[in-house]
């Protein structure tokens, strides 16, 4: 069983809901993301989704976009990405996915990732723009090193295709809440608990939803029909306003730990 099965029977057990942050490696540098990731661990996250910058993130809003610019613009690639888990595993105990493109992926090698991605302690990787039919090679190469990969579903996702995520895919499955791209919303989009229910009909794999919660409440309201919260954007924005202060990790913290503060005990 993988870390990350093994991270959603204890919160089956628990009674809680799974809380991911999503944060990208080297925004605001790479220093500070190895703090970041210690820091959401200790704040109550239980995986942590690490994003690979990339020059085109076509799936992501303006807020990941300009994360990803700035670490591009200090040139940090995949192998930096990889270095910053290697550092913080140290002291980290909780699963970390790695969250990326296709293309900085091939060019970085398939191989090669999943080698070094199970040396540094990769636990699982999210292709965004990988789809099932074309995953086999990356399937196989994967599993060969107890790396899960993690497929997207959306509430555009045929059920024929959402069947063959369920065979394919492993540690869990990200509902994405809504069409369009990533980003904060005021309300909860009404598409995501009929997406999970589909997922649900079609895999016994833990399903996590993101893209648009930034909220306690709407952690809250995921948390009712799903296993886990996704957050993105509304942290990178924190990390965004925060850039060049001396207290940013900290108060990356204290805003982590606000998004949680009504968690109750036992949930």
């Keep these: 069983m993988s870390r990350i099965c093994d991270t959603f ?37 239980d995986i942590i989704e690490l994003g690979v910058p990339f020059s085109d993130p076509v799936a992501d809003g303006a807020v990941i976009q300009r994360a990803s610019e ?17 550092n913080a595993k140290q002291h980290v105990v909780i699963p970390i996915v790695l969250f990326g493109y296709l293309n900085p992926l091939l060019k970085f090698g398939q191989d090669r990732l999943a080698k070094e991605g199970r040396r540094v302690g990769i636990d699982s990787v999210l292709i965004t723009d990988l789809i099932p039919e074309e995953a086999g090679a990356w399937l196989e190469t994967f599993h060969d090193h107890e790396i899960d990969l993690i497929f997207l579903t959306a509430p555009t996702t045929s059920d024929e295709r959402l069947t063959r995520i369920a065979q394919q895919g492993s540690g869990f499955i990200y509902a994405v809440s809504r069409a369009g791209v990533t980003g904060a919303r005021d309300e909860m989009p009404h598409d995501a608990e009929p997406l999970v229910k589909r997922v649900r009909n079609a895999s ?21 029909f799903a296993d886990a919260a996704v957050i993105g954007s509304a942290l990178v924005s924190q ?11 900290a108060q990356v913290g204290v805003f982590t730990r606000s998004l949680l503060e009504r968690r109750p005990a036992g949930h």
């Design 204 to 224: 016994d794999l833990p399903i996590a939803v993101g893209f648009g919660i930034s909220t306690p409440e709407q952690i809250q309201q995921v948390w009712r």
């Design 9 to 45: 029977s204890e919160l089956k057990r628990a009674g809680r809901g799974g809380f991911i942050p999503f944060i990208m490696a080297g925004d605001p540098d790479l220093e500070t993301t190895e703090l970041l990731l210690i820091e959401l661990a200790a704040a109550g996250a």
């Design 70 to 86: 700035r670490a591009l613009q200090k040139g940090v690639m995949l192998a930096d990405a990889l270095t910053c888990v290697s």
């Design 239 to 249: 990390i965004e306003k925060l850039s060049g202060s001396p207290d940013l990790v």
